[in-house]
């Protein structure tokens, strides 16, 4: 069965400062991954993806993310966080056979102004 | 707005008593899931349609839960004799696809907060 690890729970970060925020997955076929983001107050939103092709995927917002396949990684970046980050972040890979997402915990980002 | 909405927002009930959730997916999205998240955890897949039928369930989904989509537009997903261990928030989310391959993207919906009491 596949799986998700996101190793950091809660992360806090000043404004200006680098973000990564690690991902492993467990999944033995087709690898499509995700990052959602939720806003306080808000849904679950996409933030990226990747299905494949080019293993460093751009987003929304300035957030990049990096497939790394022999790692079973797709860790997610942004080289400078705004107050604005602040949210709660899951990557999730899919199922393509049960077209079910399987999430990891989520870490949540709090960025101090 | 034209996302995944659902109906209600938030859901207080006593145990013993039957609960039914609705959403209503991006219009001529024709695949539509229903996903459980409880606090600190991220969510859990139950099931999901193709237009009208129901393709996979997860063993998640007792059989107290049953979910419809009847005309392939909107579902509803029912708790029957709820439980407090069925406190959480349901999730909506849609895609379209035309293949059996990957390549599509779920969008979610706000959910449906539930408390059993």
């Known amino acids: 069965a596949q799986s998700v690890s996101q190793h950091n729970h809660h992360v806090i970060l000043s404004e200006a400062a680098s973000l990564e925020l690690g991902c492993n997955y467990s999944?033995?076929?087709?690898?499509?991954l995700f990052w959602y983001v939720q806003y306080p107050g808000q849904h679950l939103q996409l933030l990226l993806k990747?299905?494949?092709?080019?293993?460093l995927v751009k987003g929304i917002k300035g957030f990049e993310a990096e497939f790394i396949k022999s790692k079973f990684s797709f860790n997610l970046r942004k080289p400078s966080v705004q107050w604005s980050d602040t949210a709660e972040y899951f990557c999730?890979?899919?199922?393509?056979?049960?077209?079910?997402?399987?999430f990891g915990s989520g870490t949540r980002l709090q960025v101090q102004p | 707005d034209t996302g995944v909405s659902q109906d209600p927002r938030h859901k207080i009930t006593k145990r013993g008593q039957n609960v039914t959730f609705r959403c209503d997916p991006i219009?001529?999205?024709?695949?539509l899931y229903w996903y459980r998240q409880t606090l600190g955890q991220g969510p859990e897949f139950l099931t999901y349609?193709?237009?009208?039928?129901?393709?996979?369930k997860s063993r998640l989904l007792s059989d107290r839960f049953s979910a419809e989509r009847p005309k392939g537009s909107f579902s509803t997903l029912e708790i029957q004799r709820t439980e407090q261990g069925d406190s959480a928030m349901y999730l909506c989310?849609?895609?379209?696809?035309?293949?059996?391959?990957?390549?599509?993207?779920?969008?979610f919906g706000p959910g449906t907060r539930l408390l059993v009491l």
């Open positions: 989310a849609s895609s379209f696809s035309t293949t059996s391959s990957g390549r599509e993207t779920q969008y």
């Open positions: 999944y033995g076929g087709t690898v499509n």
């Open positions: 990747y299905f494949s092709g080019d293993p």
């Open positions: 999730a890979v899919l199922d393509t056979g049960r077209r079910a997402l399987t």
């Open positions: 219009s001529e999205h024709n695949r």
């Open positions: 349609f193709q237009n009208e039928a129901q393709l996979e």
